[in-house]
């Protein structure tokens, strides 16, 4: 067998404990989810917020009353300072960081005859910029840690898939899933696996009010007819950052009831 092919037991690939995870955008809904997952299997979680201050000490309070070792940290991570001061966190808090999953963005509506410029800007640091900068600062903290580790970006079907009213947001995340994949070929050195996850329509609390219509198109279009749930990602990103991916890095996986694997006409 080749040197680093070794396989660890099945039951053993989704076990995190040991090993500290960073979260952002985790104060609330997905990222919210895919925190108490990682936190679940046994991993030590920083929980990122910007503004959601109260979702993520209620998630702290509760993973730390379940057994499990957690800490919120804010930050507006379109600053440099604020990125590296986040991922620094991790380290004061538990001595190590070996998984970020970078989730923060935002998801505003804005048609592309009617988006000002800062709109436009405002997305891409938000949503881009801030993958980028968590990203640089966690790989130079795992890199000098010398163990490796993995790097999960949450993406979108709409990087491939254009939406009205996104022009900015697929834009966005489609420079996210380029992103991943360069930095898959530039950090595999350090033994820094990259790899993104792209959501379809997740569920969260007032959609099916809010969105009536588009939650009924969603439901008819999907093969398996329902919309995700925050586990349903963060299930994939447990695995994207596990040893039952350890060969793989630079890939897309798509978590969207099959929605992209639908008839084009």
């Not at 604020?82 to 923060?104: K, T, Y």
């Not at 804005?110 to 891409?124: I, K, R």
Request: glycine share 12%; charged share 20%; proline share 4%.
């Amino acid at each position: 067998m080749t040197a680093g092919t070794e396989a660890p037991p099945p039951r053993s690939l989704l076990d995190f404990a040991g090993k500290v995870v960073l979260v952002t955008g985790a104060g609330s809904g997905l990222g919210q989810g895919i925190a108490a997952r990682f936190a679940e299997a046994g991993a030590a979680v920083v929980v990122h917020y910007h503004a959601s201050a109260e979702g993520a000490q209620s998630l702290v309070r509760r993973l730390e009353a379940g057994g499990g070792r957690a800490r919120a940290v804010q930050g507006d991570l379109r600053r440099e300072e604020d990125a590296a001061r986040v991922v620094d966190s991790a380290l004061e808090a538990f001595a190590r960081l070996d998984v970020l999953v970078n989730n923060a963005g935002i998801y505003p509506v804005s048609g592309v005859l009617e988006m000002t410029a800062a709109q436009w800007d405002e997305m891409m640091a938000a949503t881009l910029g801030s993958a980028v900068l968590c990203t640089q600062a966690a790989a130079r903290r795992m890199a000098s840690q010398g163990a490796g580790g993995a790097i999960v970006n949450i993406t979108s079907i709409e990087a491939e898939s254009p939406s009205p009213g996104h022009s900015h947001y697929g834009a966005a995340k489609a420079g996210l899933l380029a992103h991943t994949r360069a930095a898959a070929l530039e950090l595999a050195a350090h033994g820094i696996r990259v790899n993104a996850v792209a959501p379809g329509l997740v569920w969260r609390d007032g959609i099916e009010r809010a969105w009536p219509d588009g939650v009924a198109r969603w439901r008819a279009a999907a093969p398996l007819g329902r919309l995700g749930t925050p586990l349903d990602v963060a299930d994939a990103c447990l695995f994207l950052a596990s040893p039952g991916a350890r060969w793989i890095t630079g890939a897309s996986l798509t978590v969207d009831g099959g929605v992209m694997a639908r008839e084009a006409f």
